[in-house]
């Protein structure tokens, strides 16, 4: 059993990630920036501040069973992050203080005290590279990232990999593909699917994109790959985590239309392109598929029924 840190676990991906974890014995501990009445093993953090990461290891913070006694980890899932491309156009300034000085600050926590790290980048990083995405790639091609939010989990790559050569630290790197599903409650700068869904529902119009295409990920196979990690932890290593469903835009679109109910002349605009958005992401997942035995075990049509059939229950529709 590894008593294990996720920062960010009460997120779309961290909830799932949490439970997983959970179910293989292992103690969980997590962080997040919201409140909650989650047992004695949550605290509230903003992870932006150091003195409130610093705490979580030093003791103090957590609601139930207050102490100052010290607390260690064997491994600390940093998924915690402000998510999105437009998002990171909007709110620019918390964006690069929760990605790139809150990434530090938990790189700096890992330099004293010595734990395994797994450190979340993302698939926008490749940019508008147009081959299949390989981990390699930002290593024979000048890349260039499209967005602020690229940009700021790319810096976190470079972030680890310098801590990594100057002090030793060991982490993994995972680039996550378009992760959707149940759990994954609407905003406007949420994934792709997650938009769909609800506008659909609530009869929201939307804009369809012709000429993207996208490698969607169903969250239950993103997090059991993820947690595989700690059962073959390599540091220095980044992975694609990602599925087989390379769809365009439309595809998805069409599917969330006939589980929602709705016809697409009420609904759905199209446009040839989006400003600044990659176009194609073709994702090339052979080492995780070695090393963590990632798999696709839920197709985009039945992600996307699972999608809408917990947004009925989850939004009373």
């Not at 293989?24 to 004695?40: C, E, P, S, T």
């Not at 809408?308 to 229950?313: E, G, Q, Y």
Request: charged residues 25%; glycine residues 8%; contains cysteine.
């Amino acid at each position: 059993m590894a008593k294990i840190l996720v920062t960010g676990g009460l997120g779309a991906v961290g909830s799932h990630l949490v439970k997983e974890l959970e179910s293989r014995g292992n103690k969980v501990f997590v962080i997040d920036l919201k409140h909650h009445h989650w047992a004695k093993n949550y605290a509230r953090c903003d992870i932006s501040e150091y003195k409130q990461v610093e705490r979580i290891w030093t003791g103090g913070g957590w609601p139930y069973g207050y102490t100052d006694k010290p607390r260690k980890f064997d491994y600390v899932y940093h998924l915690a992050a402000e998510f999105g491309r437009w998002n990171g156009e909007d709110y620019y300034e918390t964006m690069w203080r929760s990605n790139a000085i809150g990434t530090k600050n938990i790189i700096r926590m890992q330099e004293k005290e010595g734990f395994k790290a797994l450190y979340f980048s993302s698939s926008e990083v490749y940019g508008d590279y147009e081959g299949v995405m390989s981990e390699d790639v930002m290593d024979k091609f000048e890349i260039r990232q499209m967005n602020d939010y690229a940009m700021s989990k790319w810096v976190n790559e470079q972030q680890v990999l310098n801590s990594a050569a100057q002090y030793g630290t060991e982490s993994v790197r995972v680039r996550l593909f378009n992760t959707y599903g149940p759990g994954e409650h609407y905003s406007p700068y949420r994934s792709v699917i997650c938009l769909f869904c609800f506008r659909a529902l609530h009869d929201i119009p939307y804009i369809v994109y012709k000429n993207h295409k996208r490698t969607s990920t169903y969250i239950t196979d993103c997090t059991r790959t993820l947690a595989n990690i700690v059962d073959n932890f390599k540091p220095g290593e980044v992975y694609n985590v990602g599925g087989k469903d390379y769809h365009d835009i439309e595809t998805a679109s069409n599917l969330v239309l006939k589980y929602a109910g709705k016809k697409e002349k009420d609904l759905v605009t199209y446009k040839d392109s989006e400003l600044l958005t990659t176009k194609l992401k073709l994702i090339d997942t052979t080492k995780a598929e070695k090393d963590l035995n990632n798999k696709t075990t839920v197709s985009l049509e039945e992600g996307i029924k699972n999608t809408i059939d917990w947004m009925k229950v989850e939004y009373k529709i």
